[in-house]
T-cell receptor, first 112, second 116 residues
Framework: KQEVTQIPAALSVPEGENLVLNCSFT??????LQWFRQDPGKGLTSLLL?????REQTSGRLNASLDKSSGRSTLYIAASQPGDSATYLC???????????FGKGTKLTVNP | NAGVTQTPKFRVLKTGQSMTLLCAQD?????MYWYRQDPGMGLRLIHY???????AKGEVPDGYNVSRLKKQNFLLGLESAAPSQTSVYFC???????????????FGPGTRLTVL
């Protein structure tokens, strides 16, 4: 059974800092991995999707990497801003499955 | 495009009452999902559908039923609500890459349900 873990559960940084969020998964036979953002009381917004054949994806100040063999992904946020404060969730689809398995998220607070 | 919409946004039920949550998407997506999100438990899949007229069980299907009579709509029903079903419910949809989509899941804003 696929399990997704995100550490730390919460992170607080000063504005302008570069930071890394971590995601690990137990079954390396994934189809893709997605990073989402969730603001309080809101739904999830997809940030980046990495197919199993890819090593990384970039969007603006965000860069996500994937190392299937070690079962790890990282989300790098450059020059963090208070508006980046949210919960970030990682999710994977295992090959042959139709279902996303989510981690419990990392709650990020960027202090002005 | 409205994307994924959910009705209602909030609801309070008494134990034993029934209700239906409606999810609608205007992106012509084949795949639709119902999740529940609880503190400390993360997002868990209740039921999903891979096309009109199809449904399948997810991780926590007990106490829920679903229907996908139209491609754009996915209904989640609670026949006899229990306090354990107090949660925030999210609907999502996607088109798989192998079918010409992107695999990105688009989420609705959620329905906050309280069962007393």
């Amino acid at each position: 059974k696929q399990e997704v873990t995100q550490i730390p559960a919460a992170l607080s940084v000063p504005e302008g800092e570069n930071l890394v969020l971590n995601c690990s998964f137990t079954d390396s036979a994934i189809y893709n991995l997605q990073w989402f953002r969730q603001d309080p009381g809101k739904g999830l917004t997809s940030l980046l999707l990495i197919q199993s054949s890819q090593r990384e994806q970039t969007s603006g100040r965000l860069n996500a990497s994937l190392d299937k063999s070690s079962g790890r992904s990282t989300l790098y946020i450059a020059a963090s801003q208070p508006g980046d404060s949210a919960t970030y969730l990682c999710a994977v689809i295992t090959g042959g499955s139709e279902k996303l398995v989510f981690g419990k998220g990392t709650k990020l607070t960027v202090n002005p | 495009n409205a994307g994924v919409t959910q009705t209602p946004k909030f609801r309070v039920l008494k134990t034993g009452q029934s209700m239906t949550l409606l999810c609608a998407q205007d992106m012509n997506h084949e795949y639709m999902y119902w999740y529940r999100q609880d503190p400390g438990m993360g997002l868990r899949l209740i039921h999903y559908s891979v096309g009109e007229g199809t449904t399948a069980k997810g991780e926590v299907p007990d106490g829920y039923n679903v229907s996908r009579l139209k491609k754009q709509n996915f209904l989640l029903g609670l026949e006899s609500a229990a306090p354990s079903q107090t949660s925030v419910y999210f609907c999502a949809s996607t088109n798989r890459r192998l079918a010409g989509g992107t695999d990105t899941q688009y989420f609705g804003p959620g329905t906050r349900l309280t069962v007393l």
